[in-house]
């Protein structure tokens, strides 16, 4: 009598079993076409109140500012307060301040002298004297002597914060050579091969 051969049902279950590779692209495609693609959530907006103006202006650009500030604040201060000498010196310091901030890096050095500058082309609404250009200029002249220690206070405070930012700048320029030398210096370290290494360990 014939035996018939008789398989172990192992080999059936593998048989009928999908290759893993075949498993994962059936996954993939089912998760392609079933289940929509997973979207991020939208950034949310950075908390903060309202940012204070920080422009950056040129070495021009920063004479325009204090000296057409310090002859409004003039004019604004003759018609108010009857050409106090006193509040006008007191506005120069915030407006020094805020030019020396406001220059860019490359024009830090134009700060100081430009705050004088300004200082004296808003004294003209200011100034007292006769009539003619003559005793015009005399009263500028006499107000600059008696405003003389609002005129250096400005200029100090200018001068301190382009110091300030220069010395920052070059602290960060110096800070930036170092890291660039060391990535540098770990790209140029040459890779020991396997090859180096197994002559290593046959010398």
Avoid at 82 to 104: E, H
Avoid at 150 to 172: E, N
Avoid at 189 to 196: K, L, Y
Wanted: charged content about 15%; hydrophobic content about 40%; glycine content about 12%.
């Amino acid at each position: 009598m014939e035996q018939h051969r008789t398989r172990p049902p192992q080999y059936r279950q593998r048989r009928d079993a999908p290759l893993p590779a075949q498993a994962a692209r059936r996954a993939s495609v089912g998760v392609q076409k079933g289940t929509p693609p997973a979207r991020r959530p939208a950034p949310l907006p950075a908390p903060g109140g309202p940012r204070l103006p920080n422009p950056r202006l040129t070495g021009l650009g920063s004479g325009l500012f204090c000296g057409v500030s310090m002859f409004v604040l003039a004019c604004v201060d003759q018609l108010l307060f009857g050409a106090s000498p006193t509040l006008y010196g007191v506005l120069f310091l915030p407006v020094s301040a805020l030019t020396a901030l406001w220059v860019r890096r490359g024009d830090l050095v134009s700060a100081p002298v430009v705050v004088p500058i300004a200082f004296t082309f808003g004294l003209l609404p200011l100034a007292g004297g006769g009539g003619g250009l003559s005793g015009r200029l005399m009263g500028l002249v006499t107000a600059l002597a008696t405003q003389a220690g609002w005129l250096y206070g400005g200029t100090l405070v200018a001068g301190v914060i382009s110091t300030v930012r220069k010395a920052r700048q070059m602290t960060r320029r110096a800070a930036q050579r170092r890291s660039r030398a060391a990535a540098s210096g770990r790209d140029a370290t040459p890779a020991t091969t396997p090859r180096s290494r197994s002559a290593g360990q046959l010398g």
